[in-house]
């Protein structure tokens, strides 16, 4: 079915910006809802934003008014833009896709923020 690539992830400063990017192999508009999550050591995986085909978005108190999720029709992509990083938003982030009773995950990518 769906495949979900994640991109984007690495070292980054404190204050300084990253962009996640999910690549998925079928189009936006067939996918119910997309989004974005992290796992930190030893916690469990929360939600961090996701947006249904549509374009609703949704994000985590944590993350509002710092991280962005948008969407490229063109590409079936789904992007993170991540602002004013904290060391508390190291994690591994994973993609995650929800078509009717499926639910599909990226093997994700590892941010890690420093100081």
């Known amino acids: 079915q769906v495949q979900l690539v994640e991109s984007g992830g690495g070292l980054v400063q404190a204050g300084g910006s990253l962009r996640l990017s999910c690549a998925t192999s079928?189009?936006?508009?067939?996918?119910?809802?997309m989004g974005w999550y992290r796992q930190a050591p030893g916690k469990q995986r929360d939600l961090v934003a996701r947006?249904?085909?549509?374009?609703?978005?949704n994000y985590a108190d944590s993350v509002k008014g710092r991280f962005t999720i948008s969407r490229d029709n063109a590409k079936n992509t789904v992007y993170l833009q991540m602002n004013s990083l904290k060391p508390e938003d190291t994690a591994v982030y994973y993609c995650?896709?929800?078509?009717?009773?499926?639910?599909?995950w990226g093997q994700g990518t590892l941010v890690t923020v420093s100081s």
């Open positions: 079928e189009v936006i508009f067939k996918i119910n809802v």
């Open positions: 995650n896709a929800v078509i009717g009773y499926q639910e599909v």
């Open positions: 947006i249904t085909w549509v374009g609703n978005t």
